[in-house]
């Protein structure tokens, strides 16, 4: 199933049987969750089905949306076409193909951004002229109702808010083998992916990154999720490494074998928290740990080395007795350095964008979000505001995740939003009519205003209009 934060924000009463924080969601994951109706739009349109465990769907991509705004800029497009097919060969076999052009013409605060990085966010480099061609797609085999194996190229999410510090889907896709064990209470997930550096406008060193995600339901009202990653570069001044065999071992922690291997790989560690008190409600939150020294969090010392994160968030459905209303307010913070490495090329992220939170580090964010949906409309609004620190002088204040710690500005004193500290404002109103409902073709119209606060402050004002199937989620919310 297609990764939406709408479409995947699951009724905090639909039960605890069901897994909700590793995204995206098989059918039968949402099947689980009584999500029945949700199978149904986003399989797309059948096109030919010989048995009930066989058949072929079409899903059809049209993320077009043009505008005008404030700004020097003016003129605003970004369009998404493409198409999707699934093919269930049998109940235990499934193929999932898909093939999509993006291209971006951005409002100024994006405009430097992507002149630094050359991507497209969400989709990678803008490979062809101002667009980008991306495949996703995976051959999914499950020989029972315990195993799950997948092989293909594409994102996943980790978390139940709508960022996430531990793996998100802020980047492009990138290849990965994941085995899923589903056993009682327990759900756990090996995934293995290839991430690549860029230079430039050109890929030049490949990396690989092993992580286990445990998923466990601790009784009616709680949800415990343990996370590690480890990122080692293929090939270094010494020798080709390639995949290091040490790390595919499923079931061991990455930190023991990099210390015994005398691996100065990039380690990471994490936990996710869900918990219902009461129906219609779920409190949520993560930590992010990449490095820390006891005695230095003790003094209170700003050490550059004590580099982790922190969410916390609420989600609530109906809070007033409404059908179909939703909130959601969420708070994360990281501390600067975090995700990034002392040799460049093994920090947290994929193309030039982090694989966790897009930002990267050194920031602190508040993010509040509406929904109302009422037969074929839909309402939403999301007010972020935030802050974060972005180098100056050519120092490294530990916000970008790219650059190596090696430059760091400071040992101590660091704090979190240092540098050229940018304070943001952002809000968005969305009013959506659904158009098609087997392919969740919807009529969008949004407004967004956007101020900046730095030394060279700087306000927008956005009107958008066009036509969305809304089977992937885009940050430019920062």
Not at 341 to 365: C, D, K, M, R, V
């Amino acid at each position: 199933m297609p990764l939406n934060h709408h479409l995947n924000f699951v009724d905090p009463d639909s039960g605890f049987g069901a897994h909700t924080s590793f995204k995206p969601y098989r059918a039968s994951d949402l099947l689980e969750q009584g999500q029945r109706s949700k199978v149904d739009i986003l399989g797309g349109k059948t096109l030919y089905s010989s048995s009930s465990s066989s058949g072929l769907r079409i899903r059809p991509i049209a993320d077009m949306m043009t505008g005008i705004g404030s700004d020097s800029s003016q003129y605003y497009f970004n369009g998404v076409v493409g198409v999707g097919i699934l093919g269930e060969v049998s109940d235990k076999i499934s193929l999932f193909l898909q093939g999509s052009w993006a291209r971006f013409t951005p409002p100024d605060y994006l405009i430097d951004w992507r002149k630094s990085f050359n991507v497209i966010p969400g989709f990678g480099l803008s490979n062809v002229g101002k667009g980008a061609l991306v495949w996703e797609g995976n051959l999914s085999y499950s020989p029972n109702r315990i195993f799950n194996f997948q092989i293909g190229q594409g994102k996943h999410f980790i978390g139940d808010g709508y960022r996430s510090l531990l793996r998100s889907d802020n980047g492009a896709p990138n290849p990965y083998a994941l085995i899923t064990t589903k056993i009682w209470r327990f759900k756990y997930m090996n995934l293995y992916t290839q991430q690549q550096s860029v230079y430039g406008s050109r890929v030049e060193r490949d990396k690989y990154t092993a992580s286990h995600y445990l998923s466990c339901n601790v009784g009616k009202y709680v949800s415990l999720g343990f996370f590690e990653s480890i990122i080692w570069q293929a090939r270094d001044t010494l020798l080709n490494r390639g995949v290091e065999w040490n790390y595919i071992n499923p079931v061991i922690f990455y930190r023991p074998v990099e210390y015994l291997q005398g691996s100065a790989d990039n380690a990471i560690m994490g936990l996710n928290v869900k918990v219902a008190p009461w129906e219609g409600m779920v409190w949520y939150g993560q930590f992010i740990l990449d490095e820390f020294l006891l005695k230095e969090i003790r003094a209170r010392s700003g050490w550059w080395a004590n580099k982790y994160g922190v969410q916390t968030g609420i989600k609530l459905v109906d809070p007033i007795g409404i059908d179909g209303f939703r909130v959601r307010t969420e708070f994360n913070f990281v501390r600067p350095f975090t995700y990034s490495h002392g040799t460049s090329i093994q920090n947290y992220g994929h193309q030039n964008q982090p694989l966790a939170h897009p930002i990267g580090a050194n920031f602190w964010e508040w993010v509040n979000q509406v929904f109302y949906e009422r037969g074929r409309w839909r309402f939403s609004e999301q007010l972020n505001v935030s802050a974060f620190g972005e180098d100056q002088n050519g120092l490294n204040y530990g916000g970008n995740i790219f650059a190596s710690y090696a430059n760091r500005v400071n040992d101590y004193g660091n704090t979190i939003a240092q540098g050229r500290k940018r304070t943001v404002y952002f809000n968005r109103v969305q009013v959506d009519y659904l158009l098609v409902k087997e392919f969740n073709l919807s009529l969008s119209v949004n407004y967004t205003f956007r101020h900046s606060e730095s030394q060279s402050p700087s306000t927008l004002h956005l009107f958008q209009i066009g036509v969305r199937t809304n089977f992937s989620n885009q940050y430019l919310d920062f």
